[in-house]
């Protein structure tokens, strides 16, 4: 659903967009966005980012995020693949709620960061939905006239660019949206050089900033590719059939309860993370390779979303290393 956005940069901050497939709404009762929120604020919990600004729309959503340590694409990933599991039961749908993968443009914070949180916040002025911003509910522009509690939103840096007051920064603030509420649609705040909007200056440092990760990234890669020693198919089914109680003869057969098809997953995704190909796993477990290249994706995207699956799938990685390191 959300793929790792091509430009991640520590510290970086990013103008985060997603919206329905062919335009559709996403949203259909305040539960729904507030569903959205708190999936939000549960993986800024867990993965630390600021969050300047939101507004969620019928079909599409706006975010203005400052990345820390976790990369956005990953914190997308599990935000939305947390709601669109939660709008499919609820809605008795099944299949992609939302078109493709999210956008995530990288901007230049000092030049851009009032800018773009009046230009989000304006989203429902500029649809024709209220006459004011602060009529709107499902902004964070109330969190910001002190009308709302802030909650996930991290109000004082940029109230802190209009004044050392919070008070008066505030009223600050409010002019500076109100000053913006004719302006329209402003397509310059899209218009990107590799994603990156800023000075040319700013587009070039990120841009060398991030080809140097990438020269590095793929190094180390390669260097773990060299230093893996050979999986042991046969450690890592005894270690798989600990860790989830499980037999082989289960996990490898036709069984389809829900503890199998759990362990089926754990042993999947593990042996991914092994480095294992598909062709190997298939064997392994007697599977045509079609089926488990579908339930490795599912593995896949089963973590991102249940803590308590990926901490199966981390303990038997980690048991396994363990083993391996005490043969050699």
């Not at 993370?273 to 064997?283: F, I, M, N, Y």
């Amino acid at each position: 659903m959300a793929r790792k956005p091509r430009i991640e940069v520590e510290g970086g901050l990013y103008h985060v967009t997603t919206r329905g497939v062919d335009r559709r709404d996403i949203f259909h009762s305040p539960e729904d966005r507030q569903k959205f929120l708190t999936l939000l604020a549960v993986q800024k919990a867990k993965l630390p980012f600021y969050l300047y600004a939101y507004c969620l729309m019928t079909n599409h959503v706006h975010l203005l995020i400052e990345r820390m340590t976790d990369d956005v694409g990953r914190i997308m990933h599990r935000v939305l693949t947390g709601y669109t599991q939660y709008y499919n039961r609820k809605y008795g749908r099944s299949g992609h709620l939302l078109q493709g993968r999210h956008k995530a443009i990288l901007c230049q914070s000092d030049r851009y960061l009032a800018e773009l949180v009046r230009y989000i916040h304006l989203n429902p002025i500029r649809a024709k939905m209220v006459e004011l911003p602060q009529d709107y509910p499902y902004s964070s522009h109330r969190a910001y006239l002190g009308l709302d509690p802030a909650g996930p939103i991290d109000v004082d840096p940029v109230l802190r660019l209009f004044g050392p007051r919070k008070n008066a920064a505030r009223e600050q603030f409010a002019a500076h949206v109100a000053a913006g509420m004719r302006q329209g649609h402003l397509a310059a705040l899209y218009k990107t050089t590799g994603g990156v909007l800023g000075t040319a200056e700013f587009v070039d440092s990120m841009i060398h900033r991030i080809s140097e990760h990438d020269v590095h990234a793929a190094a180390s890669r390669r260097r773990a590719v060299k230093e893996r020693p050979d999986l042991d198919p046969m450690l890592l089914i005894e270690t798989v059939e600990i860790v989830t109680g499980v037999s082989q003869r289960d996990f490898c057969g036709s069984g389809k309860s829900a503890r199998v098809g759990l362990a089926k997953q754990v042993l999947f995704l593990a042996g991914r993370r092994q480095g294992a190909s598909v062709t190997e796993l298939a064997k392994l477990a007697g599977m045509t390779i079609s089926n488990v290249s579908r339930r490795s994706d599912a593995a896949a995207r089963r973590s991102a979303a249940d803590e308590e699956f990926e901490k199966i799938v981390a303990q038997v990685n980690e048991k396994y290393l363990t083993s391996v390191s005490r043969e050699i």
